[in-house]
């Protein structure tokens, strides 16, 4: 197939690093830049080195970011020192191309990012999915993730962009949603299966007992305080499916250090001996949304 390489008229941008047609093709449809390697960069890794075309959605630059002003030295904001850091871990990892929707960050509930009319959140869930909508068309994904419907911890970037991924997963095979995008050359397409990224939620739930013995409020988690790790646990989708990645942990590491201004306690866990590492970064699990799932995958491509 033929990777179209300007998706600007959708108000997307395109960053490139391997046009080669592949038969196989993923998508992962996130908030952040980070979002795509804190989150899955060992899936990433594996599938790239294996022949996969990946590609990462990124609805913003992180512009609400907490950032030491050091590391800004050479930049002029935090959305350009953010989508640099980004575009290192591509490298690292191996996508094929990250393409951003030219959002801005909202930031946590409550805060003045919120307000911002550049906002993610202040967008219309059916404009998100309609850029969602275009690159699913273009890339021909078989294969999506995205967060679940808490966001993964409440973020409103990341719950608004389940909802446009959903949208766009449902009708972006659907010639009469956004007929405009088959006049201009894009045709439908209908991607096989969706994801959403998990973890086994027996590690919360050990954390919480070790908080509430030690006092600590587990519904006030975070640096700022505004992480409900109580509705995580409420909201985490049951694993269906995981993804051994402990061959790329190299690659993975090198992502995680792309992102230096966000690496922050996840930092230690580069501290570990190799083999460690090894151990405690190399699987990453997922939960099977459509179609429902008959048994436990430990291929995101399995029976396609």
């Given amino acids: ?27 992962f449809v996130y908030a952040h830049p980070d979002d795509e390697s804190f989150g899955n960069a060992g899936t990433i890794a594996y599938y790239a080195h294996h022949g996969v075309s990946v590609h990462y959605i990124c609805a913003t630059r992180g512009e609400a970011g907490d950032v030491d002003p050091s590391l800004l030295q050479g930049y002029g904001d ?14 690292a990892m191996g996508l094929a191309a990250y393409h951003f929707l030219n959002y801005r960050d909202s930031g946590m509930p409550n805060t003045p990012a919120n307000e911002h009319p550049e906002a993610l959140v202040q967008a219309p869930v059916e404009a998100v999915a309609a ?3 275009a690159a699913i068309r273009a890339i021909q994904p078989q294969v999506v993730i995205t967060f679940n419907e808490y966001g993964g911890y409440g973020h409103p970037d990341h719950i608004a962009m389940h909802h446009a991924t959903h949208l766009a997963f449902a009708r972006a095979g659907d010639g009469a949603w956004l007929p405009e995008q088959l006049d201009a050359g894009l045709p439908t397409w209908t991607p096989r299966k969706l994801y959403y990224s998990t973890f086994n939620p027996l590690l919360i739930k050990m954390m919480l007992r070790l908080w509430r013995l ?24 049951p694993p269906t499916a995981s993804v051994d990645c402990s061959s790329v942990v190299d ?18 866990s580069l501290k570990l001996p190799r083999l460690l590492r090894q151990r405690f970064l190399g699987r990453e699990q997922f939960s099977r949304v459509v179609p429902q799932p008959n048994g436990y995958e430990r291929d995101l491509f399995e029976g396609i």
């Fill in 1 to 27: 197939m033929h990777f179209p390489r300007d998706l600007r008229a959708y108000g997307i941008e395109s960053h490139w690093l391997n046009t080669a047609p592949m038969t196989r093709r993923l998508l």
């Fill in 251 to 268: 690659q993975k590491v090198a992502a995680w250090q792309a992102h230096r201004s966000q690496l922050g306690q996840m930092g230690l």
């Fill in 214 to 237: 030690s006092g600590r409020d587990p519904r006030k988690g975070g640096n700022n305080g505004d992480i409900d790790f109580v509705k995580i646990l409420e909201a985490v989708n």
């Fill in 131 to 133: 850029k969602v909508t």
């Fill in 78 to 91: 935090i959305a350009t020192l953010r989508s640099t850091e980004l575009g290192d871990a591509a490298n």
